[in-house]
């Protein structure tokens, strides 16, 4: 079976390492076989552990394996003539600094993490995996979606022209790459649907870590909008650095009160949403020991495998005899929502994010009925044939 895979996000410095690094360690305290990798490239995990770990996958106790991708790195293996090719082409226009600058988007690399998720697939019980801050890896993973078809098109169109016009390189006044960019970059678009697809279904979970702060709050409903619009099941909320009953100190009076109006906001805001919180440790945590005592703060008694939260980001179904798609999507208003119908693809617009969704077959002749936003759930009703365009 393939392995149950728990992701890490939120913003910088709440505590993703840490939550990852304790939810692997008691996953192997309970038998499973665990991987937690890491696709920062701060690489704090072994900091976390404190024990080196590095590019190589490593035995760190029994049951528990570790690896820090080295994305960028990995990047150019995978990726390196169709990077060498954009490059070139910018640097037509920009000079080679700027356009290398350019082709750092943030992000991109750490996608190549995600690919790497499914060459251990088969392999674990459970991976772990702890992201960068940047909250752009999951982001990553709506580009080929949202090149869709247009893409591959695209791909064998140039690939064709480029064989044309590849002797008139000179009077075309920009470099034409060999065909073999286009086979890799064609390779690369597939296998970013592969890591989509397996990141979106249904033994992967993503769990966000955020702490009682007014700006942490913000940034996890709008991480929560994209997770559900792209179809990426939230489980949990983890909730880090709450300030214990023990402290007494007047000094932190305001601070607990404030947490505390944070923690009925969060609670509000997330629910149905599993929430669980840690505390706010006496020291940072750093080492088995603590991670120990983390784990248990955060899970109790529970298997921390547990899907906490089961309900789907977005479902299809049929209702009344018509079709209708329905998604998640707390946060949101109506007015930030905008809905085209193109052929067989329907793209939902939430403010600037957008989601490509191509249609299942039996929706794909028939005419968006009705959109309605109630109780955080879009949902859009099909009806009837859709009419056929006029030669
Ligand atoms: N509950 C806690 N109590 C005390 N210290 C904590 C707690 N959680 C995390 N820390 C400490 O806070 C610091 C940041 O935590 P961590 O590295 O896990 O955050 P992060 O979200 O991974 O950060 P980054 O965004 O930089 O990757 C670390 O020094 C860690 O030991
Ligand atoms: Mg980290």
Known sequence: MPARVIIFTGKGGTGKTTSAAATALLCARKGYKTLVMSSDPAHSLADSFDMPIGGEVKKLMDNLWGVEIDAHTEMHKEWGTAI??????????YDDALAGEIMAIPGIDEVFT??????????????????APTGHTLRMLALPEAVGGAGQKLIGLEKKVTKVLKPFEDMVGVPLPESSTFDETEKLYVRLMEAKNLLAGKNTTVRIVLNPEIMCIRETERAMTFMNLFGFHVDSVILNKVLPKE???????????????????????????????????????????????VARELYGKKDPTT????????????????????IKLPFTKKEDIDIEAADDRL????????????????????????????NGYLTIVFEGKKKEKKK
């Not at 060498?84 to 226009?93: F, G």
């Not at 939260?309 to 005899?321: H, N, V, Y």
């Open 84 to 93: 060498a090719y954009a490059r070139q082409l910018l640097s037509v226009q």
């Open 114 to 131: 995600l690919l790497k998720i499914k060459k251990f697939i088969n392999d674990y019980d459970v991976i772990i995996l702890d992201t």
């Open 247 to 293: 402290v007494k100190d007047p000094y932190f009076d305001k601070w607990k009160k404030l947490q505390k109006k944070y923690m009925k906001e969060v609670e509000l805001s997330f629910k149905p949403l599993s929430i669980m919180s840690i505390p706010l440790m006496e020291t940072e945590v750093v080492g088995t020991k603590l991670l120990g005592d």
């Open 307 to 326: 899907i906490f939260t089961s309900e789907k980001p977005f479902d299809i179904g049929k209702r009344k005899g018509k079709f209708y798609i329905r």
């Open 347 to 374: 793209i939902i617009k939430v403010g600037w994010y957008k989601r490509v969704l191509t249609l299942p077959a039996v929706v794909v002749r028939q005419s968006v009925k009705k959109a309605e936003l109630k």
